[in-house]
């Protein structure tokens, strides 16, 4: 769709997937609402924005295309982009896909026939990638009655069953090895985290980090890391005033000792905006004060960008659940580290670039390029772009 400066820009959406690679924000699938209806996106189709220019692109997609969904779970390994599980028209899958984001192709390969077991059907799940693999944890979906071994791992809702299908919330690991192709399901240690959906994770290091989600009527935002060496979990208790319960937000890691929370769904089922930055040395949360407090995000995507950039887009910004109207499609980004010099001389010249033609002419082609860029960001995102300053 064309903004309404004539520059395209993805549709707004919900529940969608994205990733960065090599400075480039990649989405696909969600949903968004019409007529009081949810209808979930194309799925032959992928939305390509230069983190240096601020412009957008779209590209259509082939080959064993997943079903158009939303919540599934997505990841960038290597410059290719798997998506595991969501909900379609037909329910939730544990069907599995990647594709290439750099051959310029973009056709999607379904990932059959693999070793070992599969994960059941869900959605709302998260995953960490570590050592070439992919590592996912909880959600929400199905079982058989005759699948449910241990209560402790899954918890059923009560509200929704059919015959011997049970709905309910899981807490369970699972790993793919792409190299191999194979699934295992290793037995973790220590104190796990309650069975759950629409959490947030995060990787640093060796340790994927959970954040908050929804376990059953509750939401929570409790933190959970697990070794993903020793298969280890461990309770992080804050020594700090905690963020309010929620799910559906999201969590960065944007230094090796700093994870960045943002927005979600209350446990009062309001939609929130607000920023949070948790340092691992201190086990202390640390409230970030913003300019942007009126732009509440739920169910929307954060990836990292290039100087720890936070790269926010699309969600809703209503209780989806009651008012399913609020879809966004517009890019909000954090800043939550100090800008090099280098940086902050680049957006000074780009936001006055008039002022400096003659000497721009005369820089060196490749910093000339580079500077280009930064003028044409400043240019397409002046009036959609929101940068939130987390550090003032």
Known sequence: MAASNGQLVARERSGHTAVVSENTLFVWGGYVSVADHEVFLPNNEIWLY?????????????????????????????????IFGGCSDDGQTNEHYSVNLHDGKYSWKKLSHCLGLRPSPRDKLSCWVHKGRIIYFGGYGHKLLSEISNPDTFIVDEASWAEDIFWGWNSEVHVFDPGSKGWTEPQTLGHAPAPRAAHASATIGNKGYVCGGRIMET????????????????????????????????????????????????VDCRPMSDGWMFDLKTNEWTEIK??????????????????????????????????????CND?????????????????????????????LAGLPPKLRCSMQNRITFFRSTRKSRKVIRTLE
């Open 331 to 359: 890019i909000l980004v954090f800043q939550t580290q100090p800008y090099s010099l280098i940086r902050l001389c680049e957006d000074f010249i780009a936001s006055g670039a008039k002022m400096f033609q003659t000497q």
């Open 290 to 327: 913003h300019s942007n407090t009126d732009e509440p995000r739920l169910w929307h995507t954060a990836c990292l960008g290039g100087d720890s950039d936070v790269i926010v887009f699309g969600g809703s910004h209503d209780y989806i659940l009651l008012v399913d109207s609020g879809h």
């Open 219 to 266: 939401r929570k935002c409790d933190l959970h890391c697990l070794d993903l060496n020793t298969w280890m979990w461990s309770e992080i208790v804050p020594t700090s005033t905690l963020p309010l319960g929620r799910s559906w937000h999201t969590l960065n890691a944007v230094s090796d000792t700093a994870l960045f929370l943002f927005g979600g769904l209350s």
């Open 50 to 82: 230069d983190l240096d220019t601020g412009l957008w692109k779209r590209c259509d997609m082939n080959g064993e295309v997943p079903p158009s969904m939303s919540g599934s779970c997505g990841c960038n390994l290597n410059g290719t982009m798997y």
